[in-house]
Every structure is written in C-alpha cells, then in structure tokens.
Nanobody, 123 residues
Framework: QVRLMESGGGSVQAGGSLRLSCRAS???????MAWFRQVPGRQREGVAHIDTDGRTTYADSVKGRFTISKDNAENTLHLHMNSLKPDDTAVYYC??????????????????WGQGTQVTVSS
C-alpha cells in the first residue's frame, strides 16, 4: 500500500523548535517531496520542497527558520523548524510526486499526501 505517514507535531512556545518526519511506504528516492500546511478556512500552502538531487525551495515566510531534508535510505522526509512563531500554527502535510514538480510549492503538483500532523505555537 502506497502511503505517507507524518509524525513529530505538537505544541511549543514561540521561539521553540520541532522536527517533523514523513515516512514513505515506497522507494521515495525518485519522488519530488514537499511539506505543506493548512489552517481552517485557508488553502493548503507550500512550505518547503526538495527534489531528487537534494535541491530545496522554501516559502518566503519560513526561509532561514525551516530546513527540509530527505533520508533516501530510510525513505523519510524531515522538516526542522526553528524560531517558531504563532503564525506557523497549522496542520502540516507531506506530499510526494513521481518525477518532478514544475511548481514545487503548488499543492496541485502532488498526487500523494499524508494524513497530517498538528503544530501549535503559543505566544
């Protein structure tokens, strides 16, 4: 069964850190992968993307604070989040697409999604 499973969400105070993980049940080395987030009533927005060569793209709102990485041996995607702000509160989802994503932070580029993990940042 092809699936993505996120973990690592939780509650933290502003300025704190969290690390999210997303484990794939398949060989994800040939997939473009990304982290998105969503709050109620708003569109799912792209946070960070990593391609099959390890090149990364970040949303302006998280540049310098978040780092995306991928462990191909473990088929696991990570998102290291530092200097968290209340505005980072959302459900975080990992997405995957086979081959490439022309618009890496656009949700329609991705065909596989995890179930999401809640991140709550308090002030």
């Amino acid at each position: 069964q092809v699936r993505l499973m996120e973990s690592g969400g939780g509650s933290v105070q502003a300025g704190g850190s969290l690390r999210l993980s997303c484990r794939a049940s398949f060989d994800s080395s040939t997939y473009f992968m990304a982290w998105f987030r969503q709050v109620p009533g708003r569109q799912r927005e792209g946070v960070a993307h990593i391609d099959t060569d390890g090149r990364t793209t970040y949303a302006d709102s998280v540049k310098g604070r978040f780092t995306i990485s991928k462990d191909n041996a473990e088929n696991t995607l990570h998102l290291h989040m530092n200097s968290l702000k209340p505005d980072d509160t959302a459900v975080y989802y990992c997405g995957a697409t086979y081959g490439r994503a022309w618009y890496p932070l656009v949700k329609d580029e991705y065909s596989l999604w995890g179930q999401g993990t809640q991140v709550t940042v308090s002030s």
